[in-house]
């Protein structure tokens, strides 16, 4: 699976450069990519060899939907985390707490239509994309109004945005015609198109990375 490469890439050049961004927000950014890695490999492992199954129904033994359901509490968790620690005005951080509190919720409601070991809680995923590229524009907004001594391209942030929006973008309608509009998902090939948004992301990522430098973070 090509896409496990990009995750590789990533998570090298995050080790490599650490040091560069160890005690900032996205300090703990490696393990994220070290757990997507993983989880995208087993993700891989369970659709193709029956022995990493989780089930024994025969129709059921691809399905690893329950292990992205998992994933995405904490990788939603670890994004409002990240936010709430560069945005700085009492304001915005209210707002990522309002922002998080709605995400938990909207799982939570989700669970009582959706059953998460066959199916994406996709309605809670759209809404959570929603809100992180919504704060991902406030950033954004803030950073153009920071007089910044270094050019934007070094500070690491701007990198993580800018996969981030990318990727949230592409998300919902990737999940909402996965699910409700299966025939037009599969003429036009969405799978394949959001593992080309996956890896620039991770590419924007990796470049960020190798660009980075500690007192252009902000």
Not at 19 to 32: A, C, N, Q, V
Not at 125 to 146: A, G, Q
Not at 163 to 192: A, I, Q, S, W
Request: net charge positive.
């Amino acid at each position: 699976m090509i896409i496990l490469v990009f995750y590789m890439l990533a998570l090298v050049t995050s080790l490599v450069t650490y040091k560069r961004f160890y005690d900032t927000p996205l300090g703990f950014f490696p393990l994220l990519i070290a757990y997507t890695f993983f989880n995208e490999l087993l993700g891989f492992l369970v659709i193709n060899f029956e022995a990493f199954s989780f089930f024994e129904e025969t129709e059921n033994d691809w399905h690893n939907v329950v292990i992205y359901n998992i994933y995405s509490l904490f990788f939603y968790g670890y994004l409002y985390w990240v936010y709430h620690g560069v945005l700085k005005s009492k304001k915005h951080r209210k707002l990522v707490k309002v922002f998080a509190i709605i995400t938990y919720v909207g799982y939570a409601v989700s669970l009582l239509f959706q059953d998460p070991f066959h199916s994406d809680l996709y309605y809670a995923e759209c809404l959570n994309s929603i809100l992180i590229n919504t704060l991902i524009v406030i950033h954004f907004r803030k950073l153009k109004k920071l007089n910044v001594v270094q050019p934007s391209k070094y500070n690491l942030m701007v990198w993580f945005n800018a996969g981030m929006f990318l990727f949230h973008l592409y998300y919902p309608f990737y999940l909402l015609n996965g699910y409700l509009n299966v025939d037009f998902f599969l003429t036009y090939e969405l799978r394949k198109i959001l593992w080309i948004v996956v890896s620039i992301m991770y590419l924007l990522f990796t470049v960020g990375f190798l660009l980075n430098k500690r007192r252009a973070f902000a």
